[in-house]
């Protein structure tokens, strides 16, 4: 069994910055993906923002590159998101989701959602 929980929503005026994490605990073996997600109010899907690989190589929504840099600590087994340049459009709740090994001994690795933090960006 594995959680993950977020924190570092809020409301903050266009232009500001809030910082999200999210950490995964229980039975981890390794964490081949940490990817951030959100989903507008009204909207039907959730979006990728960012992601990152235990190799480090991240990739980004376009409109939020340059905005936004998701970090991670496999010690910890957290993911950061820290957004800068909050723009009204970003307001959504933000998911985190990894994806999970949780035994040495299988290839199996399965997604976890966290349960989403509000992000609210004022004009």
């Known amino acids: 069994q594995v959680q993950l929980v977020e924190s570092g929503g809020g409301l903050v005026q266009a232009g500001g910055s809030l910082r999200l994490s999210c950490a995964a605990s229980g039975s981890i073996f390794r964490i081949s993906l940490m990817g951030w997600y959100r989903q507008a109010l009204g909207k039907f899907e959730r979006e990728l923002v960012a992601?990152?690989?235990?190799?480090?190589?991240?990739n980004y929504k376009d409109s939020v590159k340059g905005r936004f840099t998701i970090t991670r600590d496999d010690a910890k087994n957290t993911a950061d998101l820290q957004m800068n340049g909050l723009k009204p459009e970003d307001t959504a709740v933000y998911y985190c989701?990894?994806?999970?090994?949780?035994?040495?001994?299988?290839?199996?690795?399965?997604?976890?959602w966290g349960q989403g933090t509000q992000v609210t960006v004022s004009s």
């Open positions: 989701k990894f994806i999970i090994a949780t035994r040495p001994s299988s290839n199996t690795q399965y997604q976890y």
């Open positions: 992601s990152i690989t235990d190799g480090g190589d991240t």
